[in-house]
């Protein structure tokens, strides 16, 4: 009989130690959650019930077996409602256990005690007269000898047990649909807790008696609380899910494989202009046969009506398929695009505004370069006119009736039709000048040494009875309209045979300066009479001249063409020079 | 030659070029008879045998018709373009005689099918050699087609 019990000695003790261990865990690691103290209580009752269940064992005398058997099954009395406690705190309903329920859910487990203890008189619990018999006997409590009130008290434990499941199941159900599997998985950690005593009860448990029934209590009690923290936040992120679902302002619609509304978002609802409780279940065709048309195909554009004024959605489907590749579920995502596309017409329009602000533009620049054209056009014709006719008729008269004019009216006639040669020079020169402004830009790759030599050999009659010392250093290719640059050329080159004139040896230089940084810069130099740089500011001027027509011929257009040329080119030109000993004129392309 | 056969049909609204042309022509001998009209609608009426000239043979045509471009109602580019279009008058030579070097000008008058293209010189000497010069080759030298 004796012997018979000590086999589960150690594991009594063990478990015992590992609840109690455990206590102590739950107690200091999950002290800030309202469950602890049932938590606690539970894994202590489970320790104190395996630790008398040893003592029951390991105690010969017969009175102290007995006092330690009742302890075990005052031990059994605590876990039901500790559980009950923990599922109703759990589920924030902690608010009920006022003292006044927690005195109702503490009367039976005291009336049970009460009753443990006082079995040898009414022998409710068990037979009395088999009490020698049960606690030296291994098994749990024969059926045979259980009492009413035992019944009694197991009926209890396990309404009040699964009085917790519920209330852990309603409140997973409750929060979220979501939650729905996840109650399941609680019911079935919950099993060990209901299944284990049973298994001790009806004698039929593979563990040591009493064992299965702490193991089983704390295993379920434990499992449960862990999994659904566990749970809990996990489904934070599909919680959140569901929430941006709700509070995004695009519209989701979900619809099933028969093309019919399976879920709705509130900012689906106000698009589309009708409740969720009313569109669910209902084919999306009927309800709306514009997204329907569009949504079976692809991502799209919609304008709905249903308001006021239409809005522009526009669509993205997401087809949802099976494991087998069939469309079960189509998600459509709608975005009211309705400003934005008000804002894209509203810049179309402004760019069709500014549009026809640069047609106009255009035209007003159009219209003063003809008038421009219609100027130099006027310039070229009646101003030559009236001068032909002065020069015309002064030569005829200086040829046929010279022998009748005194000498002195030939003088006179012959500073006429010089001044007439001149000013006609010099409507050619401007209308040259005004030419360059319109002329397109040819550009190509030129050499310019070449051209240089070019230019020299056609101003050879400047060059006729006189010393001309040139000089030509290296001159790099560049890019630029030939015509045009050829004319930059003649003028700085005929302009350095000009003012060399009065030089013994016209001495002149060109070449090309490479700085490190920008284009290279062409120069010709001359030691002609130079100038004063004060009046360098009018050099490039139309019709400015620095010197007297007696002293040097010319318009005063040529460095001004020079000019603009080379600033339609993208160039600069400057000049240096100093009064009699020469100039020199710089460009770059 | 018969002496009121027009050689020259010489079509210019300013009276001073009109009278420095025929001086020059005049002093070379070149042309005789030289028809000065002054506006463009008078030159057509002078080629088509309308208006003041409805008398006009239309068989007399000038041996060569000198025209300047800026004119007074019919410009001087209208005038060409109804002379080369018109299969009586197309045959005739026409030398734009003009004070423009406008290349648009002269672009366009080629494009007309203009005989030749002279800018009048400023300068008088120039000017007489140029009336002297394209006289003597379009009424001795050149070859008219039409006798």
Known sequence: ?589 | MFPDLVEILLVEDNANDAELALYALKKHHIANHVEIVRDGAEALDYMFCTGAYAHRRIEDIPRVVLLDLKLPKVDGLEVLRRIKSDPHTCPIPVVVLTSSQEERDIVESYKLGVNSYIVKPVDFEQFVEAVRQLGLYWVVLNQAPIK
């Not at chain 1, 039976?108 to 606690?135: D, K, Q």
């Not at chain 1, 295993?219 to 509070?247: E, K, N, P, Y």
């Open chain 1, 1 to 589: 009989m004796f012997q018979g019990v000590t086999a589960d000695i150690p594991l009594s003790i063990f478990a015992a130690v590992g609840f109690a261990l455990t206590a102590l865990y739950v107690a200091i690691a999950r002290r800030h959650k309202p469950t602890w103290t049932a938590g606690a209580v539970m894994l202590l009752a489970c320790a104190e019930l395996t630790l008398a269940r040893a003592l029951q064992s390991i105690n010969p005398d017969l009175a102290t077996r007995v006092f330690w058997y009742k302890m075990i099954y005052a031990g059994f009395t605590i876990p039901p409602t500790a559980f009950l406690y923990l599922a109703l705190r759990y589920s924030g309903l902690g608010s009920v256990l006022t003292l006044r329920t927690k005195l109702l859910f503490s009367v039976f487990p005291v009336l049970t005690n009460a009753v443990i203890f006082t079995n040898e008189i009414h022998g409710w619990m068990w037979n009395p007269a088999r009490t020698a018999f049960i606690v030296n006997s291994p098994d749990f409590l024969p059926v045979t000898d259980a009492g009413t009130w035992y019944w009694l008290f197991i009926a209890y434990s396990y309404f009040v047990m699964c009085l917790g499941c519920f209330f852990l199941v309603r409140l997973l159900v409750r929060s979220r649909k979501i939650y729905g599997w996840q109650a399941s998985t609680v019911l079935v950690a919950a099993i060990p807790a209901m299944l284990g005593p049973i298994l001790d009860i009806f004698n039929v448990s593979p563990l040591p008696p009493f064992v299965s029934t702490a193991l089983g209590l704390a295993i379920g009690s434990i499992s449960v609380s862990f999994l659904l923290s566990f749970l809990r936040r996990r489904d934070i992120l599909t919680v959140s899910r569901d929430a941006i679902t709700q509070s995004i302002s695009d519209g989701i619609v979900v619809v099933d494989g028969d093309d019919r509304i399976a879920d709705l978002n509130p900012a689906a609802e106000r698009l589309m202009g009708m409740r969720a409780a009313q569109a669910i279940g209902k084919p999306l065709a009927q309800l709306s046969p514009e997204l329907q048309s569009i949504s079976t195909h692809q991502n799209g554009e919609v304008t709905l009506h249903h308001a006021n004024e239409p809005r522009t959605l526009d669509l993205r489907v997401s087809a949802v398929h099976d494991w087998l590749g069939h469309v079960v579920s189509r998600v459509i995502v709608l975005r009211d695009v309705t400003d934005w596309k008000q804002a894209e017409e509203e810049i179309r329009h402004l760019n069709e505004e500014l549009e026809q602000r640069v047609v106009d533009r255009t035209a007003q620049l159009e219209a003063a370069n003809k008038e421009l054209e219609a100027f130099s056009y006027s310039v070229s014709h009646d101003l030559r006119a009236p001068l032909r006719a002065i020069d015309g008729f002064s030569r005829i008269l200086l040829e046929d009736y010279m022998p009748q004019l005194p000498p002195e009216a030939g003088r006179y006639l012959r500073i006429i039709f010089e001044n007439t040669l001149q000013m006609g020079r010099l409507i050619d020169g401007l209308l040259a000048f005004s030419r360059l402004g319109r002329k397109p830009l040819y550009k190509q790759q030129m050499d310019t040494a070449d051209l240089v030599r070019q230019v020299f050999d056609s101003l050879s009659s400047e060059q006729a009875g006189r010393q001309v010392e040139i000089s030509l250093g290296e001159l790099p290719p560049c890019q630029g309209d030939p015509v045009l640059l050829r004319q930059v050329w003649i003028n700085l080159l005929s302009n350095a045979l000009k003012f060399t004139r009065g030089q013994e040896t016209a001495k002149i230089e060109i070449g090309c300066l490479t700085p490190e940084e920008g284009p290279p810069v062409y120069f010709v130099k001359d030691n002609g009479v130079g100038f004063d740089m004060q009046y360098v500011g009018k050099l490039f001027g139309v019709f400015q001249r620095l010197h007297s027509a007696e002293e040097f011929d010319g318009t005063g257009v040529g460095l001004a063409i020079v000019q603009r040329i080379i600033r339609r080119h993208g160039g600069r030109v400057w000049a240096e020079a100093k009064v009699g000993a020469g100039a020199t004129f710089y460009f770059t392309i």
